[in-house]
């Protein structure tokens, strides 16, 4: 799997970071779309819940793996 290698650009602690599953599912969910995903559609499709999704889409552009695009309920997430 191409993501296995995938490690933060710029985390703070400048150790790389290395994803865990539920961030590679996100991550490769991501990926295929073209428009942006919202965090209800990824939570719906890796079926985790919503809060869970959203904690992991912190970190994840926190160390630059994701760019957002919006506010509030309207946020998409696009990979970088």
């Known amino acids: 799997n191409p993501l296995d290698k995938f490690e933060a650009r710029n985390n703070n602690s400048g150790v790389p970071m290395r994803l865990t599953e539920r961030q590679k599912d996100i991550m490769d969910f991501i990926k295929n779309q073209d428009d942006g995903v919202t965090a209800p559609s990824i939570s719906k499709a890796i079926k985790k819940s919503s809060r869970t999704v959203l904690r992991e889409l912190e970190i994840l552009f ?19």
């Open 62 to 80: 926190k160390n630059k793996f994701i760019t957002r695009q919006g506010k509030t309920k309207g946020v998409k997430f696009f990979k970088t």
